[in-house]
């Protein structure tokens, strides 16, 4: 089995991708979308979303990075997964299935759920732009409002070429609210060659093993989970016991460090703020400790309270 620390966009930044992988556990990280809309990027676009392209596409600890494109025009999809892999990302990974409005608004993302004929062109265009060597996988939804054509968007996927996919068991309408629909992803798996890798409400090693029965896969895409029990990883492989939350305390005080020498130091409060909401799924010591850091806008003043607790 694999574990793959999924594409948060706004939320798995290099930073945050630096520390869940060097907590161990995780095979595969997908980087945050780049969004191609009508032209090659300059390569410091690819640097800024994906930082460890400048260091052989791997984060601190070693796991790989797959870098994502998003994007729905065949010959600048094309274009920029070539300069992706030049720029040394092993592998490509396609997003039609981000559920942002802003996004979708534009047709991409989940948006291109609606045409399976336009997903086949892209990924078709992609696969035969990069080097047969490099992975070219797929992320989608089970469909924009409903679920009846999700083995034919998988089908389109795997005829144009692509080496793998990942299947958040969700419609774009549904958004992030339980359940996942596990069994759609055993249809498409059923109805598919290519390894299909199972992406949504996993939060425990007990979820794993319930998505794994019904889905059939073994392999496993977490991302919000990821950040709730920051050893998901390891818990869903069997390896650890969820992680006790005066490590979790440490976690948030690294994560602190990276984030406020960086150039999104600016961005620090409301990140760590949205990270200690996910936590508070977990661990309710993070619920009592989000409601102080709530009001807190200033980052020396949570990086003060944050220490004060460890």
């Given amino acids: 089995m694999r574990v793959i620390l999924a594409p948060m966009e706004g939320v798995a930044d290099a930073p945050m991708r630096a520390l869940l992988t060097g907590v161990g556990g995780y095979d595969l990280v997908i980087s945050e979308f780049i969004r191609v809309v009508d032209q090659l990027l300059p390569e410091k676009v690819f640097y800024r979303l994906c930082a460890e392209l400048a260091n052989e596409s791997k984060t601190l600890s070693g796991t790989p990075v797959r870098l994502q494109l998003l994007g729905q025009h065949p010959q600048w999809m094309a274009e920029n997964a070539i300069r992706a892999i030049e720029l040394g990302s092993l592998g490509v990974d396609l997003n039609f299935g981000c559920p942002a409005p802003m996004v979708n608004r534009s047709n991409g993302g989940a948006a291109m759920l609606k045409q399976p004929e336009t997903i086949y062109k892209v990924v078709k265009a992609v696969r035969e732009a990069v080097d047969e060597k490099f992975p070219v996988s797929a992320k989608i939804r089970l469909g924009w409002d409903d679920k009846s054509r999700c083995v034919e968007i998988a089908q389109a996927i795997e005829a144009a070429g692509a080496t793998e996919l990942t299947v958040h068991a969700r419609t774009k309408e549904e958004g992030y609210k339980p359940p996942a629909h596990w069994l759609y992803i055993q249809k498409i798996k059923s109805s598919v060659a290519m390894p299909v890798i199972a992406n949504g409400e996993v939060w425990s090693r007990e979820d794993y093993l319930k998505c794994q029965q019904v889905s059939q896969c073994d ?30 305390l440490q976690l948030l005080l690294q ?26 799924k977990q661990y309710s010591q993070a619920d009592e400790l989000f409601v102080q850091v709530r009001v807190l806008k200033k980052t020396p003043d949570i990086l003060t309270l944050l220490k004060a607790q460890v």
């Fill in 219 to 248: 392999d496993v895409m977490i991302g919000r989970g990821a950040l709730a029990v920051p050893n998901l990883a390891h818990v869903i492989k069997g390896d650890q016991a969820k992680m006790p939350w005066a490590k979790v």
């Fill in 255 to 280: 994560y602190s460090e990276y984030e406020i020498v960086s150039e999104k130091e600016k961005y620090y409060p409301a990140r760590i703020k949205q990270w200690l909401k996910f936590i508070a």
